[in-house]
């Protein structure tokens, strides 16, 4: 949302593989810069490898997106980079599927502590560079239709994902004065490295859901650069779900 012409320069967290990946390689193909992060270095130097070729430029930062020392080098990295920072995008999260009455206290740490933690610090680590740019900016949070309807042994993990959706729409409160939008998408199912491991996930998703087959990652990937655009600087706290029309209807996957 910089006023100038300068490209947009965006950080992605958990953007090794899947969704995260393909919405940098989106952003790059439109010209944003793009500071890509994943908790694993290795997927982190690959991921930036592959995507060089693209209209914008693309850096790596390597490191835990829920650690409040890693995503302050995220935002330096950006600002020291490309000089400025546009958007945020909070994609890195976690899921620790579970049994409610099974279910352990270190595993709630654990998912606590990535899907709301790291991303509310993410958020609150961006608008103060915006407001010291004085430039606006967009944050985006990345939520679930598991926020939004019941998912059996899901019942931690969609707790996290509807506090996300409250979180942008509190922050419209707090950060539209100056200027920052802060939105979020609720993915439904969605074909990445990790669903297609489970098996007969796409025959599964396709046959409960309207449009008849899970998302594709560009299809997050759209949403998301819409979302961060100067086309959405008009819309804030509001959270876009991307599900084929599943959470309209909720039929369960027949293991569920």
Known sequence: MLTNKKPPVIIVTGAGIGIG????????????????NDISEDL?????????????????QAGDASDMQAIQRLVTKAVTTFGYLSAVIANAGITVYGD???YKREDLQQILQTNIIGSFFLAQAAAKQFIDQQSGGSILLMSSVTGHQAHRNLVAYGMTKAALEMLAKG???????????????APGATLTER???????????????????????ADIAAAAKFLISKEAK????QTLVIDGGWTAVSPSPPSS
Do not use: M
Request: hydrophobic share 35%.
């Open 21 to 36: 990946y393909e919405i940098c390689r989106t952003l790059l193909e439109e010209g944003y810069h793009v500071v890509l």
């Open 195 to 217: 669903t297609t491991q489970f098996p007969d996930y796409e025959k599964i998703w396709s046959g409960i859901t309207p449009l008849g087959r899970p998302a594709y990652t």
């Open 100 to 102: 409610f009455l099974q």
């Open 44 to 60: 982190t130097e690959q991921a930036v490898f592959s995507l060089q070729d693209k209209k914008g430029q693309c850096v790596g």
């Open 171 to 185: 922050l419209v409160i707090e950060l539209s004065p100056y200027a920052i939008t802060v939105n979020a998408i």
């Open 234 to 237: 008009h819309i804030t706290g």
